[in-house]
């Protein structure tokens, strides 16, 4: 069980900071490209942690880079919303936002769990969650209310991602979702905009059955390893 | 870092136009080592050679998280990633820094960009060669990251008090960048006979334009007589060319890897290493904007800001109707 959930955990951080990686160098402004980069290491950090102690805890010799750089995509428990591509900026802070609300939530939780292990790294990582989703929250609020065109584009942004949401409810928890959906809807009602209509979700991230993204996500990420498999770095 | 410039030097004309006495006292407080600061009188031509090294220092900081954000994505371990992430993440930081200091010689932020996105403003020509292998990375950490820390160092007593402290800062998180640079190849270098091969392939790529940062030789090197006078520049190209071979031989030795040139040899009498003749054609060249990759690195900042306006507009919308309320 603890085990699952730090694979889980694991892999939403380590695909999500690979999809912020790459937006180093191409943000709208300085300042964005710091914070997009410094959420990535952020997540990158946690899947570090989370990845470890899943590989610990299976007990067959194997490390976190094992787990990232060694498995193929049915072998992969990120939820389908992480692996989206980033589309523009809209849709970037809408995954984030979506996420790291979410994120939050379920690390404070996790940081009283009774597992001490996920506890410690859930206190650890829920000081970065918690402001990766205000960044983000914060960014939904401007686009949302700033001008015609990024009202249109938010509202695109959270189109694409809302069908994925659903999937975070699952394994456990469910009950973070009345939560959520009031968190959501406090900032999409300062953003001036209207929670998406429900829809019928889409899942199986957390089963190995991934959308057609995370494939080409990695052949990028996994092949240096995959070359040179003798090879440490 | 270096950046190299040479359209002509800004109009020396000005000088003359400057009252003689404040002209002369600041020569003087110059020489005394003393640093000028952002409300000082300051000679126009001073100014605009500061605006110049500045930005284009700030924009090399810029356009340099391109070529190493190449390989974010693709770094071998999550170690790695890692810190790639946290160096790129410095890169953008201390371009903020110098973008802060060339701000307070009154010029904007958005006019340096321009700049930049025009071809007016050059940034440092290493940033135009391609990152083809993922020993590049540990390279560029280690001998591009390396040259521009003895570029850099000497500028923390640079005359200007905004750029000197910013340069403080600046020196202290790339010398750990580069011993990070140095590690990675030193990774690579005790690895796998292919990964041996790939420490050497970059090695023999970054070599010579590492040397090039230090830009064009004395004897030709039309701004360095007045940026050594102003004190804007504490040592010549040439000085700080031969420092950072004399350095980084030794360690390329302890790395059991080959520097790419016939012609170095220890010189017993200078105590420092003759070495082989500069392409400066190749320097020349690239100083054009004709580098390898010269026009994807400027497309993709052109890009990035071009395609992302409206993120932008929104930002200035949302903060003035916000404004609007609280009125």
């Known amino acids: 069980m603890a085990h699952d959930l730090a694979v889980r955990l694991g892999d939403d951080a380590l695909i999500l900071g690979h999809r912020l990686s790459e937006w180093c160098g191409h943000a709208p402004t300085l300042e964005l490209d710091l914070a997009l980069t410094n959420i990535g290491l952020d997540l990158i950090g946690q899947a570090q942690l989370f990845l470890g102690l899943a590989a610990a805890a299976e007990g067959e010799g194997r490390d976190a880079d094992a787990l990232a750089y060694r498995r193929t995509e049915d072998a992969f428990q990120n939820c389908l919303l992480a692996e989206q591509p980033n589309g523009d900026f809209a849709r970037t802070i809408a995954r984030q936002f979506l996420f790291s609300a979410w994120q939050e939530l379920l690390l404070r939780r996790l940081a009283d769990a009774a597992d001490q292990e996920i506890a410690a790294i859930a206190g650890k990582a829920v000081k970065e969650v918690t402001y990766h989703a205000s960044f983000a929250a914060g960014w939904v609020v401007r686009l949302g209310d700033g001008t015609a065109e990024s009202h249109q584009r938010m509202i695109a942004g959270l189109d694409w991602c809302w069908r994925f949401t659903g999937e975070l409810f699952e394994d456990g928890c469910a009950a973070l979702r009345t939560e959520w959906d009031a968190r959501v809807d406090k900032v999409l009602a300062q953003a001036g905009l209207d929670a998406p209509e429900p829809v019928r979700g889409i899942t199986g991230g957390r089963r190995g059955r991934h959308s057609e993204h995370l494939g080409h996500l990695l052949a990028q990420m996994q092949y240096l390893p995959r070359a040179y498999p003798d090879a440490v770095w | ?327």
């Open chain 2, 1 to 327: 870092m270096d950046t190299v410039e040479l359209s002509k030097q800004n109009d020396v004309s000005a000088i003359a136009a400057d009252d003689a006495g404040r002209h002369a006292a600041f020569e003087a407080r110059v020489a005394a080592d003393e640093f000028i600061e952002p409300k000082d009188w300051m000679p126009e031509a001073y100014r605009k050679t500061l605006i110049r090294q500045i930005s284009q220092h700030a924009h090399s900081e810029i356009v340099g998280m391109l070529p190493e954000g190449n390989w974010l994505t693709r770094a071998p371990s999550l170690r790695r990633k890692a810190i790639l992430l946290a160096k790129i993440q410095d890169e953008c930081g201390h371009g903020l820094y110098l973008y802060a200091a060339a701000e307070t010689l009154g010029v904007s932020r958005d006019e340096m960009t321009e700049a930049l996105h025009a071809g007016r403003a050059k940034y440092s020509t290493i940033f135009n060669y391609p990152t083809l292998t993922w020993a590049d990375i540990g390279a560029i950490g280690w001998l591009v990251d390396g040259a521009a820390i003895l570029n850099q160092v000497p500028l923390q007593r640079t005359s200007y008090g905004p750029y000197a402290r910013a340069m403080v800062r600046i020196c202290k998180e790339e010398s750990f960048h580069q011993r990070q640079g140095y590690e990675s190849m030193m990774q690579l270098a005790n690895g796998t006979p292919a990964q041996q091969r790939m420490a050497q392939d970059a090695l023999d790529r970054w070599w010579w334009p590492s040397l090039m940062m230090f830009g064009p030789p004395d004897d030709n090197s039309p701004n360095s007589a007045q940026s050594m006078r102003w004190r804007i520049k504490r040592d010549t190209n040439d000085k700080l060319r031969q420092k950072f071979i004399d350095v980084t031989v030794p360690q390329a030795q302890a790395l059991g890897l080959t520097i790419p040139d016939p012609d170095l040899k220890w010189n017993p009498a200078r105590e420092s290493y003759d070495y082989g003749a500069i392409d400066w054609a190749e320097f020349y060249a690239v100083v054009r904007g004709e580098g390898p990759v010269a026009k994807d690195r400027i497309k993709a900042r052109i890009d990035a800001w071009e395609s992302q306006s409206w993120v932008r507009e929104a930002a200035m919308a949302h903060e003035a109707k916000r404004q609007n309320k609280a009125a």
